[in-house]
């Protein structure tokens, strides 16, 4: 199979782009409104960019009347979003954050879960994730595409404040994933659950190549 997306209809019933890069990590992102209205809601592309200092960046499309989401605007505006790990046991949770729903409507109250104080951002985090990441907005690229849902917003931040539950840390200072489970964003409407882990070690990695592989403070 093969064909040239934007060029040539697709020969299968379903788009395999979205499940060819997966797992993909989930940013169930919250953010504030400069009028104090809080947003949650979770974006499939997320990711790390550097760790010195740590970077991080977001995109999310536009919907399909040309609006921007409300992350991005609150992101811009008041110059803060904070990133909750998104786990299996608040599965339930993330997807309802995932509903379209007026910027007047706080999904925290939707999903049912607890806001907790930040020390630097201006809005909330959810209080039943382990882990988050208080970031400073950076900067936004935008991107054109072939319709007005192909617009898309890629959000930089650099992360200026980390939290970790105690409860998720080993004796040996890593984070236990395994007890974590994060999950992940699949193609369709698939999700997987992170709970089996092995190691493995580039073998000429030496000193700080090394050190950084292992995520060494």
């Not at 299968?12 to 409104?33: A, D, E, N």
């Not at 999310?60 to 046991?89: C, H, L, S």
């Not at 993330?94 to 907790?116: I, Q, Y």
């Not at 404040?161 to 200072?173: C, K, L, N």
Request: glycine share 8%.
């Amino acid at each position: 199979m093969h064909y040239a997306p934007g060029h040539e209809a697709c020969p299968l019933p379903y788009s395999p782009f979205k499940s060819c890069t997966v797992p993909r990590p989930i940013g169930w992102l919250s953010t504030v409104s400069a009028d104090g209205l809080h947003n949650l809601a979770p974006y499939s592309q997320w990711q790390n960019l550097t760790f010195d200092p740590p970077m991080v960046m977001f995109a999310a499309n536009q919907y399909p009347d040309g609006r921007r989401k409300d992350t991005v605007i609150n992101a811009e505006t008041t110059g803060w979003f904070v990133w909750n790990m998104a786990t299996y046991a608040l599965r339930e949770a993330v997807n309802l954050s995932a509903m379209a729903v007026g910027p007047e409507e706080d999904e925290f109250d939707t999903a049912g879960v607890t806001k907790a104080a930040c020390l630097q951002a201006p809005g909330a985090r959810v209080a039943e994730s382990p882990c988050h990441f208080e970031c400073r907005y950076l900067s936004t690229h935008r991107l054109p595409g072939d319709s007005n849902v192909g617009w898309v917003d890629v959000v930089f931040g650099r992360v200026e404040q980390i939290h970790v539950d105690d409860s998720v840390i080993r004796p040996d200072g890593r984070l236990d994933i395994a007890k974590i489970e994060p999950i992940a964003r699949m193609g369709y409407y698939d999700y997987t659950c992170v709970r089996d882990v092995f190691e493995m070690r580039i073998p000429n990695a030496s000193g700080v190549a090394e050190d950084g592989l292992e995520g060494k403070a």
